[in-house]
């Protein structure tokens, strides 16, 4: 089946820096990627629409000079979080869909998440 | 807008025991339903869906059927197992359209001990 990495698994930094987060389908092509933030006991909450070659479209509340979505190629999106503060803190999570032809366009593939901490 | 509620955990059960969670959804339009799971260490999978009214999703044993009349699409399995033991989500998603936006539920944390 599909796979979508993330990297890094978890990171810790500190106030004020920026950290970026790797999102790779390895075995498919993405035209379109999720990122989502999980809180502790919470729902996934959509951030963004990541579609390859264009700029990202953001859900209503976030940020987008704060979370920098690139998606530079099909295979590869990128999230920075910039100048990172501790309630930055949180689980965030991506996921990619093959083209049309590749399996159910129902179907969203999801990485393994990683964990910021920003102390 | 679009929102899921499903049942809070944790959940713990016995081996071979039957597995309800619950899930209900609020949507304007005609969605798809949908149950994903995240073993420890794991990203989400999809375990089924249904895309229709009193449609059946099944997989591994577990199984939904979307009730339009109760908005609901709660998850059951006749005979759980330790290797069943995850976080499951209930989500949905717009009907049509090319975006495919999942709108998802906070998980349920299910615990089966031998």
């Known amino acids: 089946g599909a796979v979508v990495s993330q990297h890094p698994s978890w990171v810790i930094c500190k106030s004020g820096t920026s950290v970026k987060i790797e999102c790779r389908s390895l075995?498919?092509?993405?035209?379109?990627m999720f990122w989502y933030r999980q809180f502790p006991k919470k729902s996934l909450m959509l951030m963004a629409t990541s579609n390859e070659g264009s700029k990202a479209t953001y859900e209503q509340g976030v940020e987008k000079d704060k979370f920098l979505i690139n998606h530079a190629s099909l295979t590869l999106s990128t999230l920075t979080v910039t100048s990172a503060h501790p309630e930055d803190s949180s689980f965030y999570i991506c996921?990619?869909?093959?083209?049309?032809?590749?399996?159910?366009?129902?179907?969203?593939?999801f990485g393994p998440g990683t964990r910021l901490t920003v102390l | 807008g679009d929102s899921v509620t499903q049942m809070e955990g944790p959940v713990t059960l016995s081996e071979e025991a039957f597995l309800t969670i619950n899930c209900t959804y609020t949507?304007?339009?005609?969605?798809?339903l949908f149950w994903y799971v995240q073993y420890p260490g794991e990203g989400l999978q999809l375990l089924l869906k249904?895309?229709?009214?009193?449609d059946k999703g099944s997989n591994k044993g577990f199984e939904a059927t979307y009730r339009k009349e109760t908005t609901s699409f709660h998850l059951e399995k006749g005979s759980v197992q330790v290797s069943d033991s995850a976080v499951y989500f209930c989500a949905l998603s717009d009907s049509g359209g090319s975006n495919y936006k999942l709108t998802f539920g906070k998980g349920t944390l299910l615990t089966v001990n031998p």
């Open positions: 249904a895309t229709k009214a009193d």
């Open positions: 075995d498919f092509q993405a035209t379109t």
């Open positions: 996921s990619a869909f093959p083209p049309s032809g590749q399996g159910s366009t129902d179907t969203q593939y």
């Open positions: 949507a304007t339009g005609y969605p798809s």
